[in-house]
């Protein structure tokens, strides 16, 4: 079992930025952050192996960056020029190599205009 601490999470003016964090409770293979407008689908926002493979949605290519620190367990994403389009509850993600999945409880996120 993994447990996700998540934390960042807020109120911010379009154009500002936030930086995620989430911590996990032991190392896993792949970390990274998924969202959920209201009324919509969660969808991919980003993701990070343990040796730092990436992948990005198109929408925050260029203003999100994924990192992770393995010594804690920890992925951030640093999300920068924020639109109220980002508005949404923010999961982060984890997955073993063999493909098991643990979720976070969600932090908001609110990009005002």
């Known amino acids: 079992q993994v447990q996700l601490v998540e934390s960042g999470g807020g109120l911010v003016q379009a154009g500002g930025s936030l930086r995620l964090s989430c911590a996990a409770s032991?190392?896993?293979?792949?970390m990274g952050w998924y969202r959920q407008a209201p009324g919509k689908q969660r969808e991919l926002g980003a993701t990070?192996?343990?040796?730092?493979?990436?992948k990005y949605a198109d929408s925050a290519k260029g203003r999100f960056t994924i990192s992770r620190d393995n010594a804690k367990n920890t992925v951030y994403l640093q999300m920068n020029s924020l639109k109220p389009e980002d508005t949404a509850v923010y999961y982060c993600?984890?997955?073993?190599?063999?493909?098991?999945?643990?979720w976070g409880q969600g932090t908001q996120v609110t990009v005002s205009s």
């Open positions: 993600n984890a997955a073993s190599i063999f493909r098991q999945e643990y």
């Open positions: 032991r190392s896993i293979f792949s």
């Open positions: 990070i192996t343990n040796s730092d493979s990436t």
